[in-house]
Every structure is written in C-alpha cells, then in structure tokens.
C-alpha cells in the first residue's frame, strides 16, 4: 500500500504521454497525406526563423499589449514545465520538491514560478475581456462562431485553474512547512501564495496535506489532460509554431510557385530553333492535376500551416478584401482546410486505413469561389502571420486549379487571357492597332 499512490501516477503519466503520443502520430500521418516538398535549402536561415519568430516571438509584439501578454503566457508555460519536473519526479520516487537541495536557487524558481503563475492569471483575465466583453473585431468574425469560440475560452479557463491549483499547492504547503509538518522540509519562496496562505489558518495539518495533496494531484492530471486536449484545440501551435516557422517561406514575398511542366512548355514556345513536336523531357512529368481542390493537392507545409494557425485573426483583420466586405478571410481559409483534413484523418481512421472517396472536397464544400477571387494576393495575411502561416499560397494553388482544370475563372480574367493569347496583352487590340491612340 505504502507504493500505491507511486504505481497509480506512473500508470496516469504512461496512459497521458500514450494518448498525446498516439495523437501526434495521427497529426503527422494527416500531414503526411500532403505533397512531399523540398524544404532543405538555406538551412541556417530556417534555423534563425526559428529561433526569431517562435522562440523569440518577434511578429507578436507588432501588437504591443497583445504580444507582451502572450509573451507572458509563453514564458509561464515554458517556465513552469520545471516545476512540472519536479511534480514527475517526486511522483514517481514518492519524494516531495526533490529538487529542495538545490537551496537558494531552488528558491529562486519557486519565487519566479509563482509571480509568473501571477502574471499568467492577469494576462488570462485580460485576453477573456478582450474577447468577450470589448470583442474585439477580428474574435467576432463568422468563423469564430460555435467551437472556435468556445475553445478559446475554453483554453483561458484551463489556464486559470492550472495557475490557482499551483498556488493553491504552494499555500498549503508553505503552512505545513511552518507546522512542522512530517516531509514538509522548509524549502522555496513563495511571493505569491503567502498571500493565499492566511485563508488556511485553523485548518488541521491532515486538512492541510488533503488539500496540498489534492491540489497536486489535480495540478498534474490538468496538465496532462491539457496536453492531449492539444490536438483538438487552436493551441496545437505551441508545438508546431516551431517547424512551421523553419519551414515557412524564404522566397520574396509574392513570389510565384510555377509547375515546372508549363514552365518548360512555355520555354519551349519562346525559343525559335526548339522542335514542336519534339517528345516532351521524361525528367519533368506533366501533373496528374493542375492546383487543388482538395486537401491531398497540397503539399505538406501547407497541411502544417492549417494545423500551425492560431485563430488569432490578425491575417483576416490586415486582409483588404475582408476590410471592404468581401467574404473572403485568410483565417477561415486555414480553418477549412484543417477542418477537411481532419474529415479525411477521420474517413482513413474509420475504413481501416484507405480513404473512401466521401464526395466531398475542400473547394466547393468548404471554400467558395467567390472567396478564392477576392483575394487581391498582397501578402498582407502573410506579413501579419506571428507564425509564419502562408495562407495565399492555399488561395493560389485552388485558383490554379479553377483555372487549368475547369476553365472557372471569372469573365474578365477568361476575357484577359484570351487577349494575352490572342494579341500578345491584355487588350483586345492586335499588335498593329495598339499605337492607334497616338494618332487621336
């Protein structure tokens, strides 16, 4: 018995990471359902992206209290997971703050835990009011109705609880520490919840090592059930902020993607002593389709970044179609296309592996045409992304596709082309009559 509460908490901590490590596997076979794509040039550039814009949050602070709170967030998170070291160690072994010898130090990162914890309940408390009481435009948007919304609130009500389960910890424990209390070596500093501490005067120490224990075990269970909530909620960016950021785009922004079929044929069209009818070069296959219109068309940095979006909206708020009313919003466009993934995962999951074809697909059925067009493609989502998301090249490729595969572009683009073809531009004049105007 004296080992019971040791096998119970291993058992909890294998069957939580068995479960997170089950649902990173289903993320990376969905990732995977995507184009493979060359990401492996200019390594030490993706390298200093990474460090830059996840580690050091630099796109954030273009919103300076937005960006300062979240920073606040992150490094809590970041910070505490020491703490939640030491709650792992001390579960496993059946000792308590093992990391005490550590003396003046150890001190110091329980002081630092606790105002951070601090800050963390703060800057929660503001990130809820911004959403739900000033509602700030770009929370408010069609597609943040329903479980969007409730996510992200659903996520700021963890973090407070996690945060006051610590304190609260930390308060019994620091009475029982002044108690004299049985294991209850006096070790840390407790800033913060010496303050809570005086609501537990009077109670009994058994009261007081339930309640310690209590908060504990609940502390722990949150976290680990917090990281498996992950996979289902916009924060799965805490962890793939990172690749997604040594993977996002080297190019110059604006920068075309050109399938290396077309781009050879048109080559092949310029050049005055090439062969027409010479056999096409087997080195470069003609695509079995041009663009997409579903999920499997894109490449997998694509997939990474719909799973990467953080649902923060400053692509759609910086977005000049979406300020002058059109329908399209770079963030929904990520939000479908996850959506759909996460549809596919799901056909694959239930036929045992094979997709069934379900009639169903991202354009059309999630994304509109009308959306795709509106897009005047000037970055701007891309800019605004704290996280290196692209969703432009999402729009372009289903716009390749609408193009090359059903001829669905609108009238004054199919009108353009024509004219581009026909005339050599964009105007419906022939190469002799385009001087015709200086005569007038």
């Known amino acids: 018995m004296e080992y019971l509460p040791n096998i119970l908490f291993a058992i909890v901590l294998v069957l939580g990471i068995g479960f997170f490590v089950r649902n990173i596997q289903k993320l990376s076979r969905n990732i995977k359902l995507g184009k493979t794509v060359d990401a492996s040039d200019n390594k030490s550039q993706r390298w200093k992206n990474m460090a830059r814009i996840a580690l050091g949050q630099t796109k954030m602070v273009v919103r300076p209290i937005a960006g300062l709170m979240h920073i606040i967030v992150y490094v809590g998170f ?3 997971n020491i703490e939640v070291l030491e709650i792992v160690i001390d579960g496993l072994l059946g000792t308590h703050r093992v990391f005490a010898s550590l003396g003046t130090l150890y001190d110091f990162l329980i002081g630092s835990f606790e105002v951070l914890a601090f800050l963390v309940i703060v800057a929660v408390v503001i990130f809820w009011i911004r959403r739900n009481a000033i509602k700030l435009k770009r929370f408010i948007k069609p597609e943040m109705e329903g479980w969007p919304k409730k996510d992200g609130n659903l996520i700021l009500y963890i973090e407070l609880v996690l945060m006051f389960l610590f304190l609260t910890m ?5 009475q029982l520490q002044q108690l004299g209390a049985e294991h ?3 070790a840390g500093s407790f800033p913060i919840s010496q303050f809570i501490a005086p609501l537990f005067d009077g109670m009994s120490v058994s009261n007081l090592i339930m309640l310690e224990r209590t908060a504990w075990w609940l502390h722990i269970l949150g976290i680990l059930a917090f990281l498996n909530y992950l996979y289902y909620s916009k924060h799965l960016h805490i962890l793939l902020a990172f690749p997604n950021t040594y993977y996002g785009k080297l190019k110059v922004q604006g920068a075309f993607n050109n399938v290396e079929a077309v ?3 048109v080559k092949l069209m310029l050049d005055p002593s090439a062969d027409p009818f010479a056999a096409p070069a087997e080195d470069v296959p003609e695509p079995e389709k041009f663009g997409a219109s579903d999920v499997k068309d894109l490449n997998r940095i694509q997939l990474l970044n719909a799973y990467t979006c953080t649902e923060c909206g400053r692509c759609t708020s910086e977005c000049p179609a979406n300020q002058t009313g059109k329908k399209l919003s770079p963030r929904k466009i990520m939000m479908d296309t996850r959506d759909r993934l996460e549809e596919v995962g799901k056909n694959i999951d239930k036929n045992k592996g094979v997709f069934v074809d379900d009639g169903k697909q991202l354009l059309g059925d999630y994304i509109s045409n009308e959306e795709l067009w509106a897009c005047t493609t000037c970055n701007a989502c891309v800019e605004a ?3 290196s998301i692209d969703p432009l090249s999402i729009i372009l490729e289903m716009r390749r596709y609408l193009v090359m595969e059903q ?3 609108p009238t004054e683009l199919n ?3 024509s004219n581009i073809e026909n005339n050599g ?3 419906p004049y022939n190469q002799m009559d385009r001087l015709n105007w200086v005569n007038e």
């Open 78 to 80: 970041i910070i505490i």
């Open 170 to 174: 930390n308060a019994a424990d620091f």
């Open 184 to 186: 209850y070596t006096k």
């Open 263 to 265: 781009t050879n044929e």
């Open 385 to 387: 992304c704290p996280v």
């Open 407 to 409: 001829s669905a572009a």
């Open 415 to 417: 009108n353009m082309m």
């Open 425 to 427: 531009a964009p105007w």
